[in-house]
Structure formats: structure tokens, C-alpha cells
């Protein structure tokens, strides 16, 4: 009896941490160009919201939103900060907006070095975050051992063969949890150092040789662990269903194969989607979830 009260307990404040997440996603994109970062916030509500009202730490410039088919209302009010009050118009199928802005207040310079930090703090609990940084081409991260090179530390660093891009993913934020992030950079020159023309050559060679074998056995090779890796454990189980089913298979049967509730599914689904993974039409009272095969082979 008193197992069976504490699973109840533990299961009734999980539910209580999910119903009153105030933001189910928030995701940020910046791109440096010089001293400008262009900026894309995405959020997802819960439900949907009239109002929806946060601070940016700094001046904005040519400020935009909108959501599924129409424009949203924003105003910002800058004093130091920028107020920003955007009117909303959501409904429960709609619960997305993206919201634009540019500004010169993210990026500083210290000597040679160029320092990018944003405070993307919302004051509200979110259950899922991802925030991307893109530098400048013809920019490099200074060395490791400095510290504060990347804030905060558990990220990743891409490249799109032209530009370095730090990432970073998070889940289950406090309202109390400030979302500062910087990231430390230098133009390429400025890391280089005389090279004797023969180790140069002998150097550009074995790094041909070692991206070449990384693309084949990683892209090549195995593009379904790839894709698989980055993926959380719900999200893993739902593509296998679709993978099982031969690549086409209706929502309804994921929920129930998977013993996951329907909100749950919608979810998954949905990142899913927004990662190209796979496609999603609706069919009838349900949707037909497709593999996309140019990203994920059988």
C-alpha cells in the first residue's frame, strides 16, 4: 500500500512538472555577420496565449514575428533593454510563433578577439531548448585552454564547411535558470603560425584522409546510426516503429505499439518533422507518418 501511494505521488508531480511547462520549446538561431548577429526565436506553447511578453539584453533592430500563415503583432520598447509584447492569435493547432530581430549589442571586440554572449533568459519553465550559434566565416574558436571560450560548456561544434557553429540542447529549464551563452573567436589568421611547406602538405593530406573516412563509414556507411544517435530514446522508439512498418505507417498505430499517450506521440512527431526525418499527412482522423529516405535508408 504505501508502494502503491508513493508511484502515485511520483507520477502525479510528474504530471504536474508537464502541465504547467509554460513553454514546451524554445529555439534560438543566431548568425554573426561582422559585429551584427541576426537572430531567430522559435516557441511553442502548451496552449495557446494572447499575450506573450520578454526582455532582450540589449538595442534590437527591424523586429519581426508570425506564425503559421499571418504576421504577428510585436512592439519593443528599448531602454538599455528591449521590452518586446507581441498580441497572439493562436489556437491549439497553432500554437508556434517565430519572432526576428538583428542587433549590434551581442557582439563585442577585445583586442583581436571578437566575444558573442546573448542572454536568452525567458522567466518561464520550458521542457525543451536548443540554441545555435553561427560564426562568421573566416572565423575560429580560440585555443581550449582559455577559459570562458564556450559558455555554457556542454555543446556541441559543427561545421557547414564555411562556418563554425556551436550548438546547444536542453531540457526541463526553471524559471530561475538564466540562459546566458558565450562563445570566444578570432579571424583564422590570427591562429597562424609558421609551418615548413613539407609538414603543411603532409598535414593537409592526413586530414583529406581522415574526413574521407569519416564521411564513408559515418555517412556512407551507417546512416541510420548516425541519425539514430542524436535522437532521444522516444524518439528512437517511434522511428523504429516506422522503420518496422516499412517506412509508412498511420500515427495511431505508433500510440499503439509504443504504450505512449497521443499527446506524447504528437510531440515526438512533430520534432521528428522539424529534424526531415520524415513527412506527415493527414489521413482521415489520424495522420500517415512517412520516412523520409534521402535522410534515413532502410
Known amino acids: 500500500m504505501k508502494k502503491a501511494l508513493v508511484f502515485a505521488v511520483f507520477f502525479f508531480l510528474i504530471f504536474l512538472r508537464v502541465s504547467f511547462a509554460q513553454i514546451q520549446y524554445y529555439g534560438v538561431e543566431s548568425y554573426i555577420a561582422g559585429k551584427r548577429s541576426y537572430n531567430r526565436i522559435t516557441i511553442t506553447f502548451p496552449e495557446p496565449r494572447e499575450e506573450f511578453i520578454f526582455t532582450i539584453k540589449g538595442r534590437i533592430e527591424n523586429l519581426a514575428a508570425k506564425t503559421i500563415g499571418e504576421s504577428i503583432d510585436c512592439k519593443e520598447k528599448i531602454s538599455g533593454i528591449t521590452l518586446v509584447s507581441c498580441k497572439l492569435n493562436l489556437t491549439k493547432d497553432r500554437r508556434t510563433i517565430e519572432v526576428y530581430f538583428e542587433t549590434e549589442d551581442f557582439v563585442k571586440s577585445l583586442d583581436s578577439k571578437f566575444i558573442f554572449t546573448a542572454d536568452l533568459s525567458l522567466g518561464e ?10 560564426l562568421p566565416e573566416g572565423m575560429a574558436l580560440i585555443s581550449e585552454d582559455i577559459p570562458g571560450r564556450i559558455l555554457p560548456e556542454n555543446s556541441s561544434i559543427l561545421s557547414d ?3 563554425i557553429i556551436i ?3 536542453m531540457d526541463e529549464i526553471s524559471k530561475t ?3 546566458i551563452f558565450q ?3 578570432e579571424p583564422i589568421s590570427q591562429q597562424a603560425f609558421f609551418i615548413p611547406t613539407f609538414y603543411l602538405i603532409s598535414f593537409s593530406i592526413g586530414i583529406f584522409i581522415i574526413s574521407f573516412l569519416i564521411f564513408y563509414f559515418f555517412y556512407l556507411k551507417k546512416p541510420k546510426e548516425l541519425v539514430l544517435s542524436v535522437l532521444d530514446d522516444f524518439e528512437k522508439k517511434v522511428l523504429n516503429c516506422i522503420i518496422e512498418a516499412g517506412g509508412e505507417v498511420k500515427q495511431k498505430r505508433i500510440v499503439n ?10 510531440r515526438i512527431v512533430k520534432n521528428l518533422e522539424k529534424r526531415g526525418l520524415i513527412e ?9 507518418l512517412k520516412l523520409v529516405k534521402k535522410k534515413l535508408e532502410l
Open 257 to 266: 505499439e509504443t504504450n505512449l499517450s497521443k499527446a506524447k506521440v504528437s
Open 280 to 288: 506527415v499527412k493527414r489521413l482521415g482522423r489520424t495522420n500517415l
Open 161 to 163: 564547411g564555411r562556418h
Open 177 to 179: 535558470q538564466p540562459l
Open 125 to 134: 519553465e520550458i521542457s525543451s531548448a536548443f540554441v545555435s550559434v553561427k
Open 167 to 169: 550548438t546547444w540542447k
Open 183 to 185: 562563445v570566444i573567436y
